[in-house]
């Protein structure tokens, strides 16, 4: 038995989307899902890929995300808007966003959108990309439920809330920003546990809010730490006031967790905004211009250990060219997951044995 | 001899102002000038507050940086622009695009202006604060010279550039973050070595982009380290295209340090976004519901050294309030410089000695 499969993105893509649509998302939303998770996969963001799919399903099963995602504009003017998720599918309501966002970019030149009673909406970077295409700067963030405390605190009170920001290039890989406001996300927590590690001082703290180096006092009641202190926590705050504060959505308490509470919606709130490049000169003289930026960023001796220097987002692109022509890899424990979720959806043993197909022995080192 | 003075904002503004005139600054401009000044020493960022007029004095001697501030519009539209400021005075650049701004705010909801050719303009939160009673939020950024390597770098290629938004509150102290994009600043590593102490591993690297403990690593041609690695540096790129290529303006080395080069200017840019809150919402329940984010963010319990939780932009509020009945304490190497400036530049005699009429015995804690 291998540990590893690599599957192509298309038929993967597919399976998920079926999978979705047999319970009880129509089809375009399946395949907006889909897309986005698969994206995540190819970029070698498998936290935020068809790993989520269990988490979805789950809770379109309880009704705490709505199968039929009904976005409503709450209001608007020319440049901006303030939409109601109906606590639907993240993705569907983020698409819906992006898509008016658009609209009303091309229009006034800057754009924005604040989202309440939404839900996960997979990686942010993901629906910053999507305005590259149209010369147009990407800002997305989102907040989530509280996981750290503010400095000196001992309770958590905001989340990791991350920010994304994507800006067109030339001939170069765009520049893609996505990060959590804290210092490392709870995956890597739980991993050093599972490891018998201790972790880094700094990464989180303990129950009482005092740093530790024991990955145990994190998840028995510990929280993940701002990045650099203050800055990541104000950078966090200014999230949840973007996204749940203008938009009327819910803070703190109110967030439930995507893990943990099946009972109640996670009601998370976005916040989107577009600038247009063409508003402050050419666009093309504007990426040739980004592309020297690169360039010059490219171009600094390296540190002992280093091989390469690398601008935000370009690992992730390396990734997903890499990616789209040998395929996605996956643990054997997430594809198993989707077997079985293919079966019980009816999906045909052709497609599903695209799972499969190709075991994958090497141990990755990107995932 | 006293070590410090307390000093009242109005008359330090007003010798400020003088001295500026006397060097050939407009009255007006000299007054934009002096107050921003006051305004980082009232809330207690004194890097930001009157000890910057020995460089500005010298800038505008050498000529590096313009005495008649000229902001060019070079392209507009009803909600961005971009200004070339000339190498003017950076308080005045920014006070003419903060004007700007306002205006293009209030007809198209969102605005955004994106500066070159400009310096030194003080504490970015000064300008976005100054959105905060027409019920906007403001953002601001500038970049600086390159002063931190990209992680796995070994030169400095991208300025710790600062990020400050302000968010409007109702009855609280409004939300202020104003970070720069490294670990600590260049001040706190030259404290450590006058004061003889180690660093702490992570605030900066040595010239082989190391990371180091001595202070006298990072003087000696090492390198300021982004905060949070990766998410830091990325930030710091964000600001840069932001400001510096969407307005065409200088990048890398082409920006010139403002305390170590007399002979170029100093050539950095800012942008300037500004967003109406009833755009999205009426802005007293936004107010008030930023109200209760800030009691619920205070309303947390404290780690064992911890007083109290502050929001970010609070503990400078306080300040500011404390300083505006008590006064500004100032070191006396900073008084001594003020008086000689004033003298050479003619000032009454009267007004001089307000700034030596409160001599200050007491170690200062928060300067």
């Avoid at 999978?19 to 399946?30: H, M, S, T």
């Avoid at 091309?106 to 754009?111: P, R, Y």
């Avoid at 804290?182 to 201790?198: D, N, R, Y």
């Avoid at 690398?310 to 054997?332: F, Q, R, S, T």
Wanted: glycine letters at 8%; charged letters at 20%.
């Amino acid at each position: 038995m291998s540990s590893f499969y690599r599957i192509n993105p298309q038929p993967l893509s597919e399976i998920c989307s079926l999978i979705l649509q047999n319970n009880g998302v129509p089809v375009e939303d399946a395949k907006t899902v889909s897309d986005s998770l698969v994206d995540a996969d190819l970029r070698g963001v498998s936290s935020h890929g068809v790993i989520r799919m269990s988490i979805y399903l789950n809770r379109l099963e309880k009704g705490v995300m709505a199968k039929q995602t009904e976005v409503v504009t709450m209001n608007e003017t020319e440049s901006t808007a303030v939409l109601d998720g109906g606590y639907g599918i993240g993705q569907v309501v983020s698409q819906r966003a992006i898509d008016l966002l658009l609209e009303k970019a091309k229009n006034a030149n800057l754009a924005a959108i604040s989202v309440r009673r939404s839900n996960h909406f997979g990686a942010a970077a993901y629906w910053a990309s999507q305005l590259l295409e149209h010369n147009m700067i990407g800002f997305v963030v989102s907040n989530v439920e509280p996981l750290m405390p503010p400095p000196g605190g001992a309770a958590a009170k905001v989340g990791n809330n991350p920010i994304a920001m994507a800006i067109p290039a030339g001939d170069e890989k765009p520049i893609v920003v996505d990060m959590a406001t804290s210092v490392v996300p709870l995956g890597k927590i739980l991993a050093a546990k599972s490891k018998g590690q201790e972790i880094p001082l700094g990464w989180a703290v303990d129950r009482s809010g005092e740093p530790t180096t024991n990955p145990d006092d994190v998840v028995q009641g510990g929280f993940l730490f701002p990045v650099g202190g203050p800055k990541g926590y104000g950078l966090a705050v200014l999230v949840d006031i973007l996204s749940a504060v203008l938009s009327n959505g819910a803070i703190g308490p109110d967030i439930h967790s995507m893990y943990q509470d099946f009972e109640n919606p996670n009601d998370i709130s976005h916040f989107f905004m577009a600038l247009r490049v063409d508003a402050f000169m050419d666009p093309t003289l504007f990426k040739a211009s980004v592309d020297r930026y690169i360039q010059y960023m490219k171009d600094t001796p390296l540190t002992a250990g280093a091989k390469e220097i690398y601008l935000p987002g370009e690992i992730e692109a390396n990734n997903k060219e890499k990616n789209l022509i040998e395929g996605i890899v996956l643990p054997k424990s997430v594809v198993e997951e989707l077997e079985n979720f293919a079966r019980a959806a009816g999906i045909q043993a052709s497609l599903i044995e695209e799972l499969t197909n190709n075991p994958y022995e090497e141990t990755v080192s990107n995932i």
